[in-house]
Structure formats: C-alpha cells, structure tokens
Nanobody
Framework: QLVESGGGLVHAGSSLRLSCLFS????????VGWFRQAPGKEREYLAA????????HFADSVKGRFTISRDNVRSTVYLQMDSLKPEDTGVYYC????????????WGQGTQVTVSS
C-alpha cells in the first residue's frame, strides 16, 4: 500500500527528494513517518508528519537538513533531503499509522539511498 521512490546514488552535499505514495482512503486520516536502515544497523526514525501536514517532527540527526511535507490530494508524502552525508546511506522506508493509533502498521518496501564521499 505504500510505495517509496526517488532514491539513488549521489555525492556528499547533494540533495534528493523521496516520495511515498499511499493508496489508503482517505489518505488524510494517516500520519506518516520516514525511517532508514543503514547496513549492519537497526532501523532509525527520521521524521514524521501529522494528518493535516501542519505538524512535523525530526530526529536530531537530520534536523535542519531534511524536510517532510505531504500532498493529501496526491496521497503522497515527501522527504526532501539536503546536504547529504555519507552516513545518510541506507534503505529509506515510509510508514503510516491510522488516526488514534501509536504504532506504524503500514510499511513500504524501501528505496536505496547511497551517498558517496
């Protein structure tokens, strides 16, 4: 139900924009988060956006470099990643949780982001 896209191989200092298309209806009842998993490491929370898009939250590791936004008409959440670093390399996942719930119950397959130094 969730499909990520936009990953790729870039140089350090570059930017990428990831997209997360979620086919649920209505899309606006779901909060969405982005996570990543680097090789040999546990999955890490990065950012989240609420149902309406007026509240966002970021992990310290990406604050000031990443922004999250959503387009409820297109059922898509975006993760804009600027000033990328080699340590941002990993598989990026988006996940959704329904209104009133705590756990992210819906996950995408992930998209690979590789940042070379």
């Amino acid at each position: 139900q969730l499909v990520e896209s936009g990953g790729g191989l870039v140089h350090a200092g570059s930017s990428l924009r990831l997209s997360c298309l979620f086919s649920a209806r209505p899309f606006s009842r779901f909060a969405v988060g982005w996570f990543r998993q680097a090789p040999g490491k546990e999955r890490e929370y990065l950012a989240a956006i609420n149902y309406s898009g007026d509240t966002t939250h970021f992990a310290d590791s990406v604050k000031g470099r990443f922004t999250i936004s959503r387009d409820n008409v297109r059922s898509t959440v975006y993760l804009q990643m600027d000033s990328l670093k080699p340590e941002d390399t990993g598989v990026y996942y988006c996940a959704a949780r329904d209104f009133g719930t705590i756990e992210y119950d819906y996950w995408g397959q992930g998209t690979q982001v590789t940042v070379s130094s």
